[in-house]
C-alpha cells in the first residue's frame, strides 16, 4: 500500500514538472499562434480600415472570398502556379531526400563530412546567417532564386548557357531546370536527418536474414527499408507539404505578402485561408492515400 502511494506521489511530481516545463510553450503557442490564426479569420470576413488609432473593421460576410475568386483576374493564376509547384515539388523532394539518406547511411570515408555539407543549407537559411550574407552582397531573396541567391551570383546559370552558345526555348528550359534542381537540393536537409534516423533505427538482423535467403538490394529496399521507413515517411511528407504551402518562394505568398505590406489585410486574408483550405484538403486526401493503400499494407 504504502508502495502504490510512493509510486503516486512520484508520478503526480512527475506530471507537475512536465506542466510546468510546458507552460511557457502553450502560452507561447496561444499568444503568437492562436491569437493571431483568430484574427486573420476575422479579417478575412471584414472590411479593414486603418485609422489614427488602430484598424476599424467592418463585417462584410464573404465579400472578401467573392473579390477574389470572380473579380480579382491574378488570384486563379497565384493559386494555380503555387498548387503546381507543391505538387510536383512534395515527391521529388521525398525521393531525393530518402536517396541521399540511403547513399549516406553507407560506411564509407567522409560521410560525416558530406552529412554536414547536405544540412549545411538548414543552417546557412537561418535569420542571422542569411541576414550577414544579404548585408554583404546586397541580394533579396524575395525577387531572385535560392541559386542565385546563396551562391551570392558566384555562379551564374545563365552565363553558362551563354558560354555554351545555346540560344531560345532550349536556353531557357535548361536555365530553368537546373535552377529548380539548386531550389529542391536545397530545400532537402531536414528530410536527410529524418530518413537517415528512421534508416538506423532498422534492425541489422532483418538485413542478415535477407542475405542468408539471397534477397537483392532492390528486395531488401522494398520488403525491408521501405516499410520499416512507413511512418518516417509520413513524418517527412507532412513537413515537407507544410513547408512548400507556407514558403515565401511561393507565387501566391510571395504576392500575398507585397499586398500586406500595401496595407491590405482584408482580402489577403481571404486568399491566404482559401488557398490554404485547398492544399489542406490534398494534403488530407494523400495522407488518406498512403495510410490507406500503404500503412495498413505494411502493418
Given amino acids: 500500500m504504502k508502495k502504490a502511494k510512493k ?21 507561447g503557442i496561444v499568444i503568437f499562434f492562436a491569437l493571431p490564426l483568430i484574427q486573420s479569420v476575422v479579417f478575412s470576413f ?11 473593421l467592418n463585417f462584410v460576410g464573404i465579400e472578401n472570398y467573392k473579390q477574389i475568386l470572380m473579380i480579382d483576374a491574378n488570384y486563379e493564376t497565384w493559386v494555380t502556379n503555387s498548387l503546381t509547384t507543391y505538387l510536383y515539388s512534395l515527391p521529388i523532394i521525398i525521393l531525393l531526400s530518402m536517396t541521399l539518406a540511403l547513399i549516406l547511411n553507407q560506411n564509407f570515408r567522409g560521410r560525416l563530412f558530406f552529412r554536414a555539407l547536405y544540412f549545411l543549407p538548414v543552417i546557412i537559411s537561418t535569420g542571422a546567417v542569411i541576414n550577414l550574407i ?93 516499410p520499416m521507413l512507413s511512418r518516417v515517411t509520413l513524418l517527412v511528407s507532412v513537413f515537407t507539404m507544410v513547408e512548400l504551402i507556407t514558403s515565401e518562394r511561393t507565387t501566391l505568398i510571395k ?27 490534398i494534403m488530407g486526401l494523400i495522407i488518406f492515400l498512403y495510410n490507406r493503400f500503404l500503412m495498413k499494407r505494411w502493418e
Fill in 46 to 56: 471584414s472590411d479593414i480600415k486603418i485609422v489614427s488609432d488602430g484598424i476599424k
Fill in 134 to 226: 544579404f548585408k554583404t552582397t546586397g541580394s533579396d531573396m524575395s525577387e531572385i532564386g535560392v541559386s542565385d541567391a546563396y551562391s551570392a551570383n558566384m555562379v551564374s546559370v545563365d552565363d553558362i548557357v551563354k558560354l555554351l552558345d545555346i540560344d531560345g526555348k532550349i536556353a531557357a528550359f535548361i536555365t530553368q531546370t537546373i535552377s529548380k534542381i539548386f531550389d529542391l537540393v536545397w530545400s532537402c536537409g531536414i528530410q536527410i536527418v529524418l530518413f537517415l534516423a528512421g534508416l538506423q533505427s532498422v534492425p541489422s538482423s532483418l538485413y542478415e536474414a535477407s542475405k542468408v535467403e539471397g534477397a537483392t538490394k532492390w528486395e531488401e529496399f522494398w520488403f525491408i527499408t521501405f
Fill in 7 to 27: 509510486n503516486r506521489g512520484i508520478n503526480e511530481l512527475k506530471s507537475r514538472y512536465g506542466y510546468l516545463f510546458t507552460t511557457h510553450w502553450i502560452i
Fill in 255 to 281: 504576392n500575398v505578402y507585397s499586398m500586406m505590406r500595401a496595407g491590405n489585410y482584408d482580402e489577403t486574408s481571404a486568399m491566404i485561408w482559401f488557398y490554404f483550405l485547398i492544399c489542406g484538403g
